[in-house]
C-alpha cells in the first residue's frame, strides 16, 4: 500500500512567523512530489513541485525533499493571514501517472 | 497550464435520481480524472476518464454508479447514479498538463458540491 502521510493540524503560527509543514511517503521509488494548497470551498491549486534532493525556493515558499529519508516538507516565510488554508501533499510513486493526495494539513496564521 | 471549467457548481438533489457533471479543458490535455472529497477527507481517484474508450475505475467505485464520458481530449462528463446522501460531496474534475511524465502537473476544476437529500 502506497501511502502519503501528512498531520492533519491545525498548525497554528503567528502572522509573519515561519510555517513548516510535513509530510512521508512509502515508496522509496517515488519520482515526483507537489505541494497544493486547498482554501475551504475551493480547489487544490499548485503551490510547488520538488523533483530532486534538497531545496526548491519560490518566493516565500521553500520546498526540501529528502528522498533517503522519505519526506518532503514546505516553508512558508512571513506566513500571512491569506495563507491560511489547507496544504495537501501529493506523491506520484514511481511508474504512475497519477499522484496520490495526503489528507492535508490545515494551517492557520493568525493576526 | 490548463483552465477546467466545471458544471454545475452546486446542486442539491433528491435520493434515487442521477446527476450529470460537465468538464471542459480549455486545451487538449493527455489526460482527464475525476475525484471526490469528502468533507476533512483528501482527494479520492474514482477514475481516469480515457478518450473514446471506458474509464479506468479504482477500487470501490463502478461503471453502473459512476459512468464517465470522454468524447474529446477537452471534454468529459460523469454522472452519479441513483443517489443516496453518502454520495453528499464535492466532485472535481483534473487534467495533466504535456511533458514528461515524471513532471506533470494536475490541474482542477472548481468542483461540484452535491448534497443529496
Known amino acids: 500500500q502506497k501511502e502519503v502521510e501528512q498531520n492533519s493540524g491545525p498548525l497554528s503560527v503567528p502572522e509573519g512567523a515561519i510555517a513548516s509543514l510535513n509530510c512521508t511517503y512509502s515508496?522509496?521509488?517515488?519520482?515526483?512530489f507537489f505541494w497544493y494548497r486547498q482554501y475551504s470551498g475551493k480547489s487544490p491549486e499548485l503551490i510547488m513541485s520538488i523533483y530532486s534532493n534538497g531545496d526548491k525556493e519560490d518566493g516565500r515558499f521553500t520546498a526540501q525533499l529528502n528522498k533517503a529519508s522519505q519526506y518532503v516538507s514546505l516553508l512558508i516565510r512571513d506566513s500571512q493571514p491569506s495563507d491560511s488554508a489547507t496544504y495537501l501533499c501529493?506523491?506520484?510513486?514511481?511508474?504512475?501517472?497519477?499522484?496520490?493526495f495526503g489528507r492535508g494539513t490545515s494551517l492557520i496564521v493568525h493576526p | 497550464s490548463a483552465v477546467i471549467s466545471q458544471k454545475p457548481s452546486r446542486d442539491i438533489c433528491q435520493r434515487g435520481t442521477s446527476l450529470t457533471i460537465q468538464c471542459q479543458v480549455d486545451?487538449?490535455?493527455?489526460?482527464m480524472f475525476w475525484y471526490r472529497q469528502q468533507p476533512g477527507q483528501s482527494l479520492t481517484l474514482i477514475a481516469t476518464?480515457?478518450?473514446?474508450?471506458?474509464?479506468?475505475?479504482e477500487s470501490g467505485f463502478v461503471i453502473d454508479k459512476f459512468p464517465i464520458s470522454r468524447p474529446n481530449l477537452t471534454f468529459s462528463t460523469l454522472t452519479v447514479s441513483n443517489m443516496s446522501p453518502e454520495d453528499s460531496s464535492i466532485y472535481l474534475c483534473s487534467a495533466t498538463s504535456g511533458g514528461s511524465l515524471a513532471k506533470n502537473i494536475q490541474y482542477f476544476g472548481a468542483g461540484t458540491r452535491l448534497s443529496v437529500l
Open positions: 501529493a506523491v506520484r510513486f514511481g511508474g504512475s501517472y497519477i499522484p496520490t
Open positions: 486545451s487538449q490535455v493527455t489526460m
Open positions: 476518464a480515457n478518450q473514446g474508450s471506458e474509464a479506468t475505475y
Open positions: 515508496d522509496r521509488g517515488s519520482q515526483s
